[in-house]
C-alpha cells in the first residue's frame, strides 16, 4: 500500500503531540509539512512546540507557521491545561530544536501543496481551523482537490469549554464554519468519542518503563494527566488524548464508527457560540453541509496503539538524545 501523504495542522499540546507521534511511528504516511496555528497557546509557543516534537522524533519534517489570532474570536489561551509553554512537562523536557521555522505562511504552503497534488493531500487538523479557512479564502476551489479532511473538533454531546461548545471550534467558529461550508470531503472527531480515547494506569505505567529516566514523554504525558478534570474526578483512569484520534483512523478505520450527518457550526455570540449542531432527522434539508461524525470507537484497542507509538516515540528521544 502506498503511504498516504499529509498535511498535520496543529496548536502542540499535550494531544498533539501524541497524535504527531503516532503519525510518525506509524510507518503509514508521508508527512509533507507541519503547520502551526494558535489554540492551545499563543502562535510562538505553538511553533517552537512543533519544531521541538519534529525535532525529537528524528524527523526532517518543514514546519511552517500560520495565524497569530482566529479570524474574529479573542479569548485567554488555556495554560491550566496545557501550562505556559503549551507543552509542559512533570520533569525532563524534551531538547530544543535544532532549525528554525521554514519560510512562508503555513495558509499559503497548504494551498501551494494541495494544488501541487490534487487528490492526494489529506489534511489532519488537530487545532482552531483558521489556518485551512484562510487557505480556502485566497482559493475556494482547494475543498475540492483536498484528497480528505480529518479533524479533532466539535461534539454533538455538547462542550468543554462551555456548555454546547468544543475548544478547538469554539476557538475559531467562523473558521470551522468556512471550512465545513467549502463542501471539503470530511470527517470530525468530536467529544463524542475523544472523551473517551483515554490511556489507562497500565498505559502509564508501560510509557514510563519503556526507557530508563530521563524519559521526556513520560513526564509530559504525567503533565496533562495532573490536569485532567476527568482524571481527578475518577471518571477515567489516564488522559484523554484527543487528538489522536484522527490519525488513528486513518490508519485503521476499524477502530471508530462513523455516521453522515448534515453539520453546522453556530457562529452568533451567546451561549451557543462555537456549538456543533447535528441534524439526525430523516428529512433534514438536503442544502445543509454533510461530514462523517465518529460516534464510537474501540478504546482499549486505541489506546494499545497510542500507547506503543508513545513508547516508540519515548525510545527514540532517548537514542537521539
Not at 218 to 223: P, T
Not at 239 to 264: G, K, R
Request: glycine share 8%; proline share 8%; with cysteine.
Amino acid at each position: 500500500m502506498p503511504r498516504r501523504r499529509l498535511i498535520i495542522d496543529c496548536d502542540p499540546g499535550h494531544d498533539d503531540f501524541a497524535a504527531i507521534a503516532l503519525a510518525v511511528t506509524s510507518g503509514a504516511f508521508d508527512i509533507e509539512a507541519i503547520t502551526a496555528v494558535c489554540g492551545n497557546a499563543p502562535l510562538d509557543r505553538t511553533v517552537a512546540n512543533a519544531l521541538t516534537i519534529a525535532d525529537a522524533l528524528g524527523t526532517s519534517i518543514p514546519v511552517y507557521a500560520g495565524a497569530v489570532a482566529p479570524l474574529l474570536h479573542r479569548y485567554e489561551f488555556p495554560a491550566a491545561f496545557h501550562g505556559v509553554t503549551g507543552l509542559d512537562s512533570a520533569g525532563a523536557t524534551l531538547p530544543p530544536p535544532r532549525r528554525a521555522v521554514a519560510p512562508g505562511h503555513a495558509a499559503l504552503e497548504i494551498a501551494a501543496r494541495v494544488n501541487a497534488a490534487p487528490g492526494e493531500i489529506t489534511l489532519v487538523v488537530l487545532g482552531p481551523m483558521t489556518n485551512l479557512a484562510l487557505a480556502l479564502a485566497l482559493d475556494p476551489d482547494l475543498a475540492s482537490k483536498v484528497r480528505e479532511l480529518v479533524f479533532m473538533g466539535g461534539g454533538i454531546v455538547g462542550g468543554n469549554v462551555t456548555a454546547r461548545a468544543e475548544f478547538n471550534v469554539w476557538a475559531d467558529p467562523e473558521a470551522a464554519a468556512i471550512v465545513l461550508r467549502s463542501g471539503i470531503k470530511a470527517t470530525m472527531f468530536g467529544l463524542d468519542v475523544t472523551n473517551r480515547a483515554f490511556i489507562d494506569t497500565d498505559d502509564l505505567a508501560r510509557l514510563r518503563a519503556a526507557v530508563p529516566a530521563p524519559n521526556p514523554v513520560a513526564d509530559i504525558i504525567q503533565f496533562y494527566t495532573e490536569r485532567s478534570g476527568d482524571v481527578a474526578a475518577g471518571r477515567v483512569h489516564g488522559p484523554s488524548l484527543h487528538d489522536t484520534c484522527p490519525v488513528a483512523w486513518l490508519i485503521d478505520p476499524t477502530l471508530f464508527q462513523t455516521e453522515s450527518l448534515p453539520v453546522t457550526v453556530e457562529t452568533s455570540p451567546g451561549p451557543r457560540y462555537g456549538a456543533t449542531d447535528a441534524d439526525r432527522r430523516t428529512w433534514a434539508p438536503d442544502h445543509l453541509p454533510r461530514i462523517d461524525v465518529a460516534l464510537e470507537l474501540d478504546r482499549p484497542r486505541l489506546a494499545a496503539r497510542v500507547t506503543d507509538a508513545l513508547v516508540e516515540a519515548a525510545k527514540r528521544i532517548a537514542n537521539n538524545a
